[in-house]
């Protein structure tokens, strides 16, 4: 198996085209504000940009930005400017939703969202990236089995969050 590695401003350009919208997308879960978003993704690509690596695969690359736009987002909610951003009143400002497929999730996905971290991160992977527990236990550091509980402990949570959003018992 051959390494790829962005050598040129082409193959930057390809590799920035073929995951932005990921990266973009996995940052805002993160970050509840389209700016930030925006900024933590442009930074993982900073990151790209600088260093020198090569990837195995497309697989390999997604899961290096995926791993690293969670620890630069997770990074960036502990820092002390953003600390002081929360501190303002939130309900003045406008609500901007980040861009969404087609299909009618926006329930389930605003239910994820207020999982906590540790929950959200594990359901956010397996349910809208696709990675396998086994994978996301190797991502996130965690023993496979604490994976496999969070996942059950996070689609209760949800279970009882979605029955009463929907009104059924």
Known sequence: MSETALRTDADFEAFYERHWLYVYRLCYTYMCSE???EDCAEDVFVKVLNGTFSFKDETHERKWLTVTAINLCKDRLKSY???NVDSLDREDMPEIAAP???DDLSEVREAVLELPPKLK???WLYYFN???TDEIATMLDRP???V???MRDARNLLKE???TDFGSE
């Open 130 to 132: 696709g990675y396998s």
């Open 81 to 83: 400017a953003h600390r």
């Open 161 to 163: 969050r979605l029955k």
């Open 121 to 123: 991160d594990v359901i």
């Open 35 to 37: 700016a930030d978003a």
């Open 148 to 150: 496999r509980n969070q």
């Open 144 to 146: 496979p089995s604490t």
């Open 100 to 102: 969404e497929p087609e």
